[in-house]
């Protein structure tokens, strides 16, 4: 069976011909030194997050496709795909693999199967929950606010060819009015509020999914949803993400 992939990617998502390593990691670039058959790690990995309760097939077939070891220095390769946030430069992190699951599946939303319309993601990073999301959404958007991670991500995603994904270079706290209505809105830093901006650019039956500063000091998961009555909002688990900034850098 040579099933094509839904979309123009060169992740491994394809499943491993019976008996045979599988076709697609072979095809895919050598796991830069690493010594491990990432495919056979995340799949693992993937496991152990359905085990932890992630639910959505379209969120755990698109973490199993992403290589987060190229998203890291190579020095941390090897705790890729551990449950681990990891530094990416600039004091900023990459959130663990389980919170992405978790956020994206809350992205999502109730309704199984397709994909999500155009999503913005606030907090580019790395570039690794861009590609996470390019596999479960049509359109993603993409700001980061520091130069030298914009460029990064750029660099980290260029092999992967995608694109549905657009890195911007700005404040994400104004949003990204020229993509809007957005079907989702994600953010990898946590402010004191979800800005007016991000909610204004939300369209209807549309969700924002936030880390916010909740009265204690503590942060917790927002998720907000636009109904055709107004927002609602549900505070969720507490987490812990870096600072949501104004300005660039
Ligand atoms: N999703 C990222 C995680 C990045 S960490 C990944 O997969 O790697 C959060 C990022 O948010 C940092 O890079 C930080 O610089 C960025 N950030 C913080 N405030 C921001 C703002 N107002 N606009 C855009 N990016 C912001």
Redesign the pocket.
């Known amino acids: 069976m040579n099933r094509r992939p839904a979309f123009p990617v060169r992740l491994d998502a394809k499943p491993a011909p019976a008996g045979s390593r599988p076709a697609a990691a072979a095809a895919a670039p050598a796991p830069d030194g690493v010594g491990l058959d990432s495919q056979a790690v995340r799949a693992r990995m993937v496991q152990r997050l359905a085990a932890q309760g992630i639910r959505d097939q379209r969120v755990l077939a698109a973490v199993g496709a992403v290589q987060r070891h190229r ?1 890291v220095d190579t020095a941390l390769a090897n705790q890729a795909y551990e449950d681990t946030s990891l530094p ?1 430069g ?1 004091g ?4 663990k693999p389980s919170v ?1 699951a978790r956020m994206v599946e809350l992205l999502l939303g109730p309704a199984t199967g397709g994909k999500l319309g155009r999503v913005l ?10 590609a ?1 999301l390019s596999l479960v959404a049509a359109e993603v958007y ?5 130069r030298q ?1 914009h460029d990064k ?1 750029r660099d980290n995603l260029r092999p992967f060819r995608l694109p549905n994904v657009h890195l911007l270079f ?4 104004a949003g990204y009015a020229r993509g809007a209505p957005y079907a989702g809105i994600i ?3 946590g ?1 004191e509020a979800v800005p007016q901006a991000w909610c204004d650019q939300l369209a209807v039956g549309g969700r924002i999914v936030a880390p916010t500063q909740m009265a204690g000091g503590q942060q917790a998961l927002v998720v907000i949803e636009k109904t055709a009555r107004g927002l609602q909002q549900s505070v969720l688990e507490a987490v812990h ?8 850098a």
Do not use: H, N, W
Request: aromatic residues 8%; contains cysteine; hydrophobic residues 50%.
């Open positions: 998203f990416i600039l900023q992190t990459i959130s992405v993601e606030i907090g580019t990073g790395c570039g690794y929950q861009a996470v993409s700001v980061e606010r520091l991670l991500a700005g404040d994400g706290m953010a990898a830093a402010g993400f870096v600072p949501l900034k104004s300005g660039i």
